[in-house]
């Protein structure tokens, strides 16, 4: 079964969502790998950013990681980036993913904004 996690914040740069999404996620056991990264032209002259995670079990040996997820990072030129999280809960624990969660909550809390 998957779960989600939706998040929409104001004013924070979509790398730096990234960077910490990819560091949380480590101190949780999980390995986040940037799978793919765009920037896309807006006719009015902006740009949209794109970043995709693919996130893996730890493993030995490259080839033993699971697939267990992935990150969603949209950047808008209006000062708006969303996160979806996609990840396995057979896989990321929900302890895992709370303590995620709260960690994640607490540092870019005050980003978020809250529908």
Not at 60 to 76: A, F, M, P, T, Y
Request: glycine content about 10%; proline content about 3%; overall charge negative.
């Amino acid at each position: 079964m998957t779960i989600q996690i939706k998040k929409t914040y104001r004013g924070l740069n979509p790398g730096m969502l990234c960077d910490e999404v990819q560091g949380l996620l480590q101190k949780q056991g999980i390995i986040a790998v940037e799978t793919e990264s765009q920037t896309y032209g807006l006719p009015s002259g902006d740009t949209q950013s794109r970043t995709t995670l693919a996130l893996k079990t730890p493993a030995e040996q490259e080839k033993d990681q699971k697939e267990c997820g992935s990150v969603h990072i949209l950047g808008s030129p209006q000062g708006e980036t969303k996160m979806l999280l996609d990840v396995d809960e057979t896989l990321f624990t929900q302890e895992k993913l709370s303590a995620f969660q709260g960690d994640l909550d607490f540092i870019l809390g005050s980003y978020e904004t809250k529908w």
